[in-house]
C-alpha cells in the first residue's frame, strides 16, 4: 500500500476514536492501545497501513452486504 | 483405536498466555474422551521437544497455539517451531490446526503438499480483543472469549467425531454469533466487531475436509 491519502486516514482515525478506552488489541505478538493504534495510522507504519487495510475492507464488506 | 493429541501451549507474552489459558478447556474436553492428550506446555513448546514427539506418537490431531506467520510457527522462545521447507512434512497423517497469524497461507497449503490430511488456521493476521484488567484471569475476559471461543469449539467438535468441514462450519456459526452480538450491541464494544469479522473472513481449511479422527 502507498502513502494514505488524508481523507482516508482522517475516516480511520475517527472509526479508531470510538473502539472502548480500556482494551487491548492484538496483532500477532503486539499489543495496542486505542491511542498506539491512532499513532500508527498517523505514522503510516506497517501496523497502521494494516490497520487501515482492515478498516477499509470492512466498511467494503458492510457496503456490499458480506457483513450480517 | 486409541486416539492421540498433541497440543503446543507456549506462553511468555499476553497473548501466548491467553492461547494458554483458553486451551485448558480443550485438554479437559480430550481427556474426558479418553483421547491421549500430549501436552507440550511453556518450556516442553520448543522444536526439539515437538520434533521429537510428532515422530514418536502416532497422533491423530496437532493443535499450535503461538505466533506464526505465513510460513511458521513460532515457540515458547518465540523461534521456530514448524516451518514450510524445514519441517512439514512431520505433520504427515495428521489434522492440523493452528491458532496463529496467516500461518494457512503458505504453512498449512505446503503441509498438505507433504502428506497432512488437513490443516485449519488464518491466512492473515489474528487479532485478539481484550481487556487488560482479565490478564490473571483471562478466562474471565467475556471481550477475549467472543474471539477465542470459536477456536475451542472446532478443536471440540474434532474430538467428538466431527468431520474437519463440519468442525469448521461450527466453528464460523460461534464467530458469526459472537459478530452479530458485539454490532447489535450498539456500545462502544461493537467497534471491535471489525477484528472479528477480520478473523472470520480469514479462517481457513485446507486438505481433506471430510476427514475425521
Known amino acids: ?68 | 483405536m486409541s486416539v492421540s493429541m498433541i497440543i503446543t501451549r507456549p506462553d511468555h507474552d499476553d497473548v501466548t498466555h491467553y492461547l494458554h489459558s483458553w486451551s485448558e478447556q480443550i485438554i479437559s474436553e480430550a481427556e474426558s474422551k479418553n483421547v491421549k492428550v500430549v501436552d507440550l506446555e511453556k518450556n516442553r513448546a520448543i522444536r526439539r521437544e515437538v520434533e521429537n514427539v510428532l515422530e514418536k506418537i502416532p497422533a491423530q490431531i496437532v493443535i499450535f497455539n503461538g505466533h506464526g506467520s505465513d510460513s511458521s510457527i513460532a515457540d515458547h522462545n518465540f523461534e521456530v517451531l514448524i516451518k514450510s521447507g524445514e519441517n512439514e512434512s512431520l505433520l504427515k497423517s495428521k489434522i492440523v490446526y493452528a491458532i496463529s497469524c496467516s500461518s494457512g497461507k503458505i504453512l498449512g497449503p505446503k503441509s498438505i503438499d507433504a502428506g497432512a490430511i488437513s490443516f485449519t488456521g488464518y491466512d492473515d493476521i489474528f487479532f485478539l480483543a481484550r481487556d487488560p484488567i482479565k490478564i490473571s484471569r483471562p478466562l474471565e475476559d467475556g471481550l477475549a472469549e467472543l474471539f477465542l471461543k470459536h477456536s475451542n469449539v472446532f478443536v471440540i467438535s474434532l474430538i467428538k467425531g466431527n468431520s474437519v468441514s463440519d468442525s469448521f462450519e461450527k466453528s464460523k456459526f460461534i464467530m458469526k454469533e459472537n459478530f452479530t452480538k458485539l454490532l447489535a450491541g450498539g456500545d462502544s464494544k461493537s467497534s471491535v466487531a471489525r477484528y472479528l469479522w477480520w478473523n472470520y473472513k480469514h479462517f481457513v481449511s485446507h486438505g481433506n475436509l471430510n476427514a475425521t479422527i
Open chain 1, 1 to 68: 500500500m502507498n502513502a494514505i491519502r488524508s481523507d482516508i486516514k482522517e475516516l480511520v482515525i475517527a472509526r479508531l476514536e470510538v473502539l472502548p478506552p480500556n482494551i487491548k488489541v492484538s496483532l500477532g505478538n503486539m499489543d495496542f492501545t486505542k491511542e498506539q493504534l491512532v499513532e500508527h495510522v498517523k505514522k503510516e507504519d506497517d501496523i497502521g497501513k494494516k490497520i487501515v487495510e482492515v478498516e477499509l475492507e470492512f466498511i467494503r464488506a458492510l457496503k456490499e452486504g458480506e457483513v450480517v
